[in-house]
């Protein structure tokens, strides 16, 4: 053996025994230890190093969170980072998941990385700056890094997000914000990259305390010192606002802005933005926006042109504040500068034609009060076309204030509009590839969709798991290898479950096909059905379980037979996308499973029979006998149930405190026909003994409870109903969503339909107000909206207080504006009695302090309709003293309803 080979096989020995003592190192979590060591290796040492850390890092995340784990996770961070030479691979590994909240210090890290090029620090830095805020990446690490590297600092989200938490964290360190903020190097580059970054402002916002040493504060103090350049702060700050987004992202820069004190000529130069915000920034905004060029105006800095520009761009905004604001504005202005009437004026003129009277009355009293002050024809002209876009009311004073043309005597030509009912989706039959297959369930992955592509998907994966399963497999591989449970196989137990066969999982779209996708690919086991779906009268946790238990069981169903006999198609795949299934289309499924001698799923079997169209009495007898030609039980089945008539549902009313729920009774047709699973369906719901809260809930699901049940939504209604009631009692957010569904629901909208928009109309977020507001349309649309049931229901739920008249009205004043005013006054005509009749006898309720909004709409509503007749308990409000908005509201409607045309 020469001298060479013997050194060399020396040196590898030593390279292996310092490789052996440094893993060891690692794995006792001796950091300063494994520091010490990388410091006397070489690079090419360090490299043959990796694939045992590599290793190890695989061992450890099998272990998740054992205490071998944690304490080896900070040294073998630092040692990964050291034995690699890629910019991109350390940089992976610095921001790796499995050891995101077990790092090495970021000192331990710059000094392990701290002999490397500049150039390749600059390129790591970069590359961690990238990535997502949530990735974890220490401040501190990127910060060394880029002073190591002398590169320009990045000015990505995680970075600067991580500087403003450092900076309003270190006050342990001594000094003020602004004190540390001023020995930045980088200050100037990293306040520019704050009015850049989207979302910084909310975090800003919350780091940004009050008084001499919050951030705003800080940075105008700075500014005022010259450390910042005051012009490119001041239009940063304007332009961050015209970008726009949320009051909570927006309000830090609105209060920056305030914090720089412009001085008038500044806001003069700007008057442009100004403007542009008023227009169509968020409230807050828009009100500084306002005060701005008010302030222009009354300095007289600011053109007639302008201010009536201006005054074009606030009246037509939603908030009432502003538009009273403005006109207020205008009225100051006109009382200074007599000469401004020609210009202003006409602009003011155009809230004549606001959907909310009472800006009406206030531009009809403005232009009345400064008329005189306008010289040319012309404009009075103007003016008194304008008149027309006012109400009947106003109008007539207008005729003998303005010159406005007379009102024209005669009954009024009101025509209703409504949008069209809504056209159901017919479904497409199931993929007819397997690839085609796969990317529609990886699209249901990433978002749960509809009913109609649930269902469509659903059924196709059952066909192509019967037809040729190797194939389907081979398809979906892309899909599965990126699902969460397809990492780790040992994973599948802990996450899946034994006891219901993943069960939990199915409360969303992408939950089921994970657990259907999970089963195909032999990861889960389901469990027998008679085993996992609960029988009748086992599963009593809350008012809707019985829903969700009866959607699960299909489910279940579905992929047990996908383990152990996979069936050639679904039977209750509907035909259209609320869930109904044509009784000819059923009978034909039935008519191939007998040619094939499939078994026919029970489960699958009742809830198409749930979904089978019976309104149609001619086209249900006509399968009926179809049906029983068959000669199976199932078409025997068919028959009955096509020729049975829907029995009424039974229901009574429980007041708990300040709702109205319901109670249903035994549906002995749900409850006695159907399979196990389904059969809960029946069975009576008390509110008194079931809880309405419990974790069956979850947003997407109801709209798969509604096809479940397509011409019976009463049923679902009801058990949503104590969920619906939330929205306006206790202020929650979310469930409204489903009333849209609701009110396209092919059956009867009878009283639990009703009682859910009724809640709906008067919830406390604007989202569902909209979503109570469109399920109105649609039922007045459709022919199904009962004025006087929920007009009744909803007198009665603002006398409790469960609805506040407020949000009633501005929900009402909504469906009034797409043109149904006829619906709305409709509606109130049965709801305002109840109120009115409180009033009258002086009780002291809730009800009154909103009572005026109502009688806004309703008297908007029958000026537009041209209604008549007596109200009841009216008189008494429009007599009594005073000129609030609820007596002048009422003598409004009083005169309306009676043909008289009188002043306010």
Not at 304 to 309: F, I, K
Not at 731 to 754: Q, S
Not at 801 to 814: E, M, N
Not at 823 to 841: I, K, M, N, Q, Y
Request: net charge neutral; proline share 5%.
């Amino acid at each position: 053996m020469t001298a060479t080979t013997t050194a060399a096989t020396a040196a590898t020995a030593a390279t292996a025994a310092t490789a052996s003592v440094l893993m060891g190192a690692v794995r006792a979590g001796r950091t300063a230890d494994v520091v010490s060591l990388l410091d006397g290796m070489t690079d090419a040492e360090r490299r043959l190093c990796f694939p045992e850390l590599k290793a190890l890092r695989t061992e450890l995340r099998a272990d998740g969170w054992s205490a071998e784990a944690c304490r080896a996770h900070p040294a073998l961070h630092a040692a990964g980072a050291a034995c690699q030479t890629g910019a991109a691979a350390v940089a992976t590994w610095l921001a790796a998941v499995d050891m995101r909240w077990s790092q090495a210090s970021p000192a331990v890290l710059l000094h392990v990385l701290g002999d490397r090029d500049p150039g390749w620090l600059g390129d790591v830095v970069h590359r961690l700056a990238l990535r997502q805020p949530a990735s974890n990446v220490s401040y501190e690490l990127m910060a060394g890094l880029v002073r190591l590297s002398g590169c320009p600092v990045p000015t990505t989200e995680a970075y600067v997000q991580g500087w403003l938490r450092h900076i309003s964290v270190t006050s342990q360190r001594g000094g003020t914000l602004r004190d540390r903020l001023r020995g930045d190097p980088h200050l100037a580059e990293l306040v520019a990259a704050l009015f850049r970054t989207d979302g910084v402002g909310t975090l800003l916002g919350r780091l940004s305390g009050g008084g001499p040493d919050g951030w705003t504060t800080s940075l105008a103090q700075l500014t005022a010192e010259g450390a910042l350049d005051r012009t490119t702060m001041v239009d940063a700050c304007v332009a961050r606002l015209l970008r726009g987004g949320t009051a909570t992202e927006l309000r830090v820069f609105l209060r920056l802005l305030e914090d720089l004190a412009l001085t008038r000529e500044e806001e003069h130069r700007r008057a442009s933005d100004w403007t542009a915000l008023a227009s169509d920034a968020v409230a807050a905004v828009a009100a500084h926006a306002q005060s701005v060029m008010g302030a222009l105006a009354l300095d007289g800095r600011l053109p007639p042109r302008r201010l009536a520009e201006l005054t074009g761009a606030v009246l037509f905004r939603p908030e009432k504040k502003l538009v009273r604001a403005q006109l207020v504005l205008l009225g100051k202005v006109l009382a200074r500068d007599a000469s401004a009437a020609g210009e202003v004026l006409p602009a003011a003129a155009r809230a004549f034609g606001h959907e909310v009277s009472d800006v009406q009355e206030r531009a009809l009293k403005l232009v009345e009060r400064h008329i005189g002050k306008v010289t040319s024809a012309e404009v009075r002209g103007e003016l008194a076309d304008a008149t027309g876009q006012l109400s009947p009311t106003l109008r007539a004073r207008a005729v003998r204030t303005l010159g406005a043309a007379p009102v024209t005597p005669g009954p009024l030509a009101y025509e209703e509009v409504l949008p069209p009912p809504p056209e159901p989706l017919r479904l497409a039959p199931a993929p007819e590839s397997a690839a085609e297959l796969a990317e529609e369930v990886s699209a249901l992955l990433a978002s749960d969709g509809d009913v109609a592509a649930f269902e469509r998907a659903l059924d196709g994966l059952v066909r192509h798991a019967h037809r040729d399963r190797d194939a389907l497999l081979e398809a979906l591989e892309p899909v599965i290898a990126r699902r969460w449970w397809a990492d780790d196989e040992r994973s599948h137990g802990r996450h899946w479950g034994d006891s219901s066969g993943g069960q939990h999982q199915l409360r969303t779209g992408a939950g089921v096909f994970d657990f259907l996708l999970a089963t195909l690919q032999g990861s889960v086991r389901p469990t027998s059905p008679h085993r996992a779906v609960p029988h009748d009268g086992a599963d009593h946790r809350c008012v809707h379980s019985a829903l969700l238990g009866s959607y699960e069981a299909r489910l279940l169903e579905a992929a047990y037979r996908l383990s152990t006999d996979p069936q050639p198609f679904l039977l209750a795949t509907p035909t259209w996308g609320t869930g109904l299934l044509e009784p000819d289309e059923l009978v034909d499924r039935l008519d191939a499973y007998r040619r094939l001698g499939s078994r026919v799923p029970a489960v699958d079997f009742g809830q198409a029979l749930l979904r089978v169209r019976r309104a149609d009495r001619a086209a249900a007898s006509a399968a009926a006998r179809r049906a029983s030609a068959l000669g199976t039980a199932q078409g025997e089945r068919l028959a009955r149930w096509l020729t049975t008539e829907e029995t009424g549902l039974p229901t009574s009313r429980w007041t708990p405190d300040v709702r109205i729920l319901l109670e249903l009774g035994e549906v002995p047709e749900l409850h006695d026909g159907l399979p196990d699973g389904l059969r809960q369906l029946g069975r009576p719901v008390s509110t008194r003994r079931e809880a309405w809260y419990c974790r069956d809930w979850h947003g997407g699901i109801p709209h798969h409870w509604l096809a479940m049940l397509p011409e019976r939504p009463e049923l679902v209604a009801a058990r949503l109903l104590p969920d619906l009631s939330t929205v306006a009692v206790d202020n929650v957010r979310g469930p409204a969503a489903v009333l849209p569904r609701l009110a396209e629901a092919d059956g009867t909208a009878g009283e639990a339909v009703h009682l859910c928009l009724t809640y709906g109309l008067g919830a406390r977020h604007e989202e569902d107000r909209l979503s109570a507001v469109d399920a109105l349309l649609v039922l007045a649309a459709r022919g199904r909206l009962d004025t006087g049931r929920l007009g009744a229901d909803l007198g009665r739920l603002v006398r409790s207080g469960a609805v506040k008249p407020a949000r009633l009205a501005d929900a009402v004043r909504t469906a009034a504006a797409t043109g149904a005013h006829a619906t709305v006054w409709g509606v109130l005509r049965e709801a305002l009695p109840v109120l009115l009749a409180d009033l009258a006898t002086g009780a002291r309720t809730a009800s009154a302090l909103g009572l005026g909004e109502l009688l806004t709409v309703a008297a908007e509503c029958a000026e537009r309709t041209g209604a008549r007749g007596d109200l009841p308990h009216l008189a008494e409000a429009a007599d009594r003293r005073g000129a609030s908005r609820l007596v002048t509201q009422a003598r409004r409607l009083r005169s309306t309803l009676t043909g008289e045309v009188a002043a306010l």
